[in-house]
């Protein structure tokens, strides 16, 4: 529904509420003149979008988890969480409520309860106020951006990644390949396929921790560790008795001739990512809204960096320049360059924009890995 239907079946004492906040000039008793007040109001622009810029960092997380979740409606306690999950940073007596956020939502015209007896303690957005939202944000990010001209050289990896999954599975197929008691491949096998693969890699250093992004993202770089998962948990590979071998599903795969859809790889990157970065999909989808012309990938950071949330040691910068644009671009969604005066910059691909854009999973879509073994 949009805000208009919201309206009509709220009590006065809310529509008194939100017509406080946003100072509207009208009867208090009359409800028709309250609903007529509040719209002329939230209708105008400026008013609106000073809304938004006026919101907390807070806020803004928050608003971005609800106006990208294609859900109806939200239950109390999720709306908690999410608030609860909107800030990062504690402090020591710290008093903030996240219930105060919801209130002032509510206050703001941004979430109603439910009319019917079904929906009554559940919790809504308006239709309508969520794709201004998203106006409204994308304005933000935009003005904080730095264009620039094409550069002189930038990687564009197409579907490369579709290919090295199939030479991947050659290389599986061709010969026996054991693995250690944790089910990695020896270091002599892992450079082997290395080699074999279309965008160079070196396999991973001694690192203080390497967890969260895939089961073998511990000992494998992060495009292939990400190539192997992939294949795993499509069950085209099999790991018994410490060797890997195709699985019968792999084997006809391979002789069948056919190639990956882009899709699924993307649908299958948001799902293995998402516990470590749970608004991985939004994030892709302002990438996607931002980046259409080239951008520097400093200004970029600036505009998202707020929005990612620390991953254990793994700061927002790292996430969102090593997780995210890094990764996109070896999904072929993004084109990476650098610029001889403003250092790396960044654009989304036509295929990319077409991938972002056809493709939502929803909220508890996710694959579940087990971090505490691979610390």
């Given at each position: 529904?949009?805000?208009?239907?919201?309206?009509?079946?709220?009590?006065?004492?809310?529509?008194?509420?939100?017509?406080?906040?946003?100072?509207?000039?009208?009867?208090?008793?009359?409800?028709?003149?309250?609903?007529?007040?509040?719209?002329?109001?939230?209708?105008?622009?400026?008013?609106?979008?000073?809304?938004?810029?006026?919101?907390?960092?807070?806020?803004?997380?928050?608003?971005?988890?609800?106006?990208?979740?294609?859900?109806?409606?939200?239950?109390?306690?999720?709306?908690?969480?999410?608030?609860?999950?909107?800030?990062?940073?504690?402090?020591?007596?710290?008093?903030?409520?996240?219930?105060?956020?919801?209130?002032?939502?509510?206050?703001?015209?941004?979430?109603?309860?439910?009319?019917?007896?079904?929906?009554?303690?559940?919790?809504?957005?308006?239709?309508?106020?969520?794709?201004?939202?998203?106006?409204?944000?994308?304005?933000?990010?935009?003005?904080?951006?730095?264009?620039?001209?094409?550069?002189?050289?930038?990687?564009?990896?197409?579907?490369?990644?579709?290919?090295?999954?199939?030479?991947?599975?050659h290389f599986v197929g061709q010969q026996e390949i054991l693995l250690t008691a944790e089910n990695y491949m020896y270091k002599r096998y892992l450079q082997q396929v290395l080699d074999r693969l279309s965008v160079k890699e070196e396999p991973v250093g001694r690192t203080a921790w390497r967890f969260g992004y895939g089961r073998m993202c511990k000992e494998y770089p992060n495009r292939f560790s990400f190539i192997y998962d992939y294949c795993y948990f499509h069950e085209l590979i099999t790991e018994s008795n410490q060797a890997l071998t195709l699985s019968p599903k792999g084997a006809e795969w391979?002789?069948?001739?056919?190639?990956?859809?882009?899709?699924?790889?993307?649908?299958?990157?948001?799902?293995?990512?998402?516990?470590?970065?749970?608004?991985?999909?939004?994030?892709?989808?302002?990438?996607?809204?931002?980046?259409?012309?080239?951008?520097?990938?400093?200004?970029?950071?600036?505009?998202?960096?707020?929005?990612?949330?620390?991953?254990?040691?793994?700061?927002?910068?790292?996430?969102?320049?090593?997780?995210?644009?890094?990764?996109?671009?070896?999904?072929?969604?993004?084109?990476?360059?650098?610029?001889?005066?403003?250092?790396?910059?960044?654009?989304?691909?036509?295929?990319?924009?077409?991938?972002?854009?056809?493709?939502?999973?929803?909220?508890?879509?996710?694959?579940?890995?087990?971090?505490?073994?691979?610390?």
């Amino acid at each position: 529904m949009n805000l208009a239907d919201m309206l009509s079946y709220a009590d006065i004492h809310d529509l008194s509420r939100i017509a406080i906040t946003y100072n509207c000039e009208c009867n208090g008793h009359s409800k028709n003149e309250l609903i007529q007040s509040i719209l002329s109001t939230v209708s105008r622009r400026e008013v609106f979008e000073r809304q938004v810029v006026e919101l907390s960092i807070e806020d803004v997380r928050f608003l971005n988890s609800l106006i990208f979740d294609k859900r109806g409606s939200f239950s109390l306690e999720e709306l908690i969480a999410r608030a609860q999950q909107s800030r990062f940073v504690k402090e020591d007596n710290d008093d903030w409520n996240p219930r105060e956020l919801i209130a002032r939502f509510k206050r703001r015209g941004w979430l109603f309860n439910g009319y019917s007896q079904n929906t009554r303690y559940l919790f809504q957005v308006p239709a309508d106020l969520k794709r201004r939202f998203d106006d409204a944000l994308g304005k933000q990010f935009q003005q904080q951006l730095e264009t620039i001209g094409e550069p002189s050289v930038y990687r564009d990896e197409q579907k490369l990644i579709l290919d090295d999954i199939r030479h991947f599975l050659h290389f599986v197929g061709q010969q026996e390949i054991l693995l250690t008691a944790e089910n990695y491949m020896y270091k002599r096998y892992l450079q082997q396929v290395l080699d074999r693969l279309s965008v160079k890699e070196e396999p991973v250093g001694r690192t203080a921790w390497r967890f969260g992004y895939g089961r073998m993202c511990k000992e494998y770089p992060n495009r292939f560790s990400f190539i192997y998962d992939y294949c795993y948990f499509h069950e085209l590979i099999t790991e018994s008795n410490q060797a890997l071998t195709l699985s019968p599903k792999g084997a006809e795969w391979l002789a069948s001739g056919a190639q990956e859809d882009l899709l699924q790889v993307y649908r299958f990157w948001l799902r293995l990512y998402k516990g470590a970065i749970p608004n991985l999909q939004s994030l892709a989808y302002w990438m996607e809204k931002l980046t259409k012309q080239w951008v520097t990938v400093a200004s970029l950071k600036t505009a998202l960096i707020p929005l990612v949330r620390p991953f254990y040691y793994d700061s927002p910068e790292s996430i969102l320049e090593q997780r995210i644009v890094h990764m996109m671009m070896h999904l072929g969604l993004l084109r990476l360059g650098q610029h001889d005066e403003k250092g790396a910059v960044v654009q989304m691909t036509r295929l990319g924009s077409s991938i972002v854009q056809g493709i939502y999973v929803a909220e508890d879509d996710l694959i579940v890995l087990p971090f505490d073994n691979r610390l």
